[in-house]
């Protein structure tokens, strides 16, 4: 794959839908080749964190692929990120993730028919909603995964749940943590919930120096990349 326009080693590719096309970032490992994981942006968009996220996975050996829900929109302010959340047409977002498990599988150098998928506060809640729809999903990782209008339906659910969590995380009280963990394993989903001591809401990301901590950050990450190894490799 060659370098984009950027810098990066990824790429921006169209995804077509049902609704319409929605860009997206594309990057694979220096190999050319390995499991696939798609990337759910947070509530600001699809921004250049986002696609740092999926460099990351590519340095780890994923082929990641990171969906606009937003069709072109994105943000750095709070209050404008919150109403993009909220105006956001949920089934529509559901299919263009149905849309971009069909991208993904696609791809050239995707090793396996088991893809993962991964999100960050809003996307954490998304990541398990194409997870509960999606047969080709097999690894979900929910990151802090917040949105009130994306019911999830564990029933059937086919993928293992990794949860990354906050202890003090003023979006989602511990007791909804442990209640979704019930329900999952109430659906005999393999699931590992995980709740980082001291930490706040988005403490992964190293963008914003408010509430990013490295150290339990480093440790998430290291989690959540065997996670994906364990579960989409052979």
């Keep these: ?18 609704d319409g096309s ?4 594309l990057v694979a490992p220096a190999s ?4 696939g994981v798609i990337v759910i ?7 250049d964190h986002i696609r740092d996220v999926c460099d990351r996975l590519a340095r780890a050996g994923f082929v990641a692929l990171a969906p606009d829900l937003y069709r072109g929109e994105s943000t750095g302010d709070p209050g404008e990120a919150g109403r993009l959340m909220m105006d956001l047409q949920i089934e529509r977002a559901a299919t263009d993730l149905d849309s971009t498990v069909e991208s993904l599988r696609r791809q050239d ?23 509960s729809r999606n047969e080709h999903i097999a690894a979900c990782v929910d990151c802090y995964g917040v ?33 979704l963990e019930t329900r999952l394993r109430q659906a005999k989903v393999e699931t ?3 709740i980082f001591t001291g930490t706040q809401h988005a403490f992964l990301n190293e963008t914003r120096p ?11 990450w290291a989690r959540i990349q065997a996670f994906l190894t364990a579960q989409l490799t052979p």
């Design 147 to 179: 949105h009130p209008n994306v019911e999830i339906d564990p029933t059937g659910m086919r993928a293992a749940v990794l949860g990354i969590f906050a202890e003090n995380d003023d979006f989602i009280p511990l007791e909804a943590v442990r209640g």
């Design 1 to 18: 794959m060659s370098a984009g326009r950027s810098g990066r080693a990824g790429r921006e590719i169209e995804i077509k839908t049902s």
């Design 109 to 131: 150098g995707i090793e396996g028919p088991r893809l993962g998928v991964i999100g960050f506060c809003m996307g954490g809640q998304l990541a398990l909603c194409a997870a």
């Design 32 to 35: 050319g080749s390995g499991p």
């Design 22 to 25: 929605i860009a997206a970032y």
């Design 210 to 220: 408010e509430v990013h901590d490295a150290e339990s950050a480093a440790t998430a």
């Design 41 to 47: 942006q947070e509530w600001w968009g699809l921004v």
């Design 192 to 194: 590992d919930i995980e």
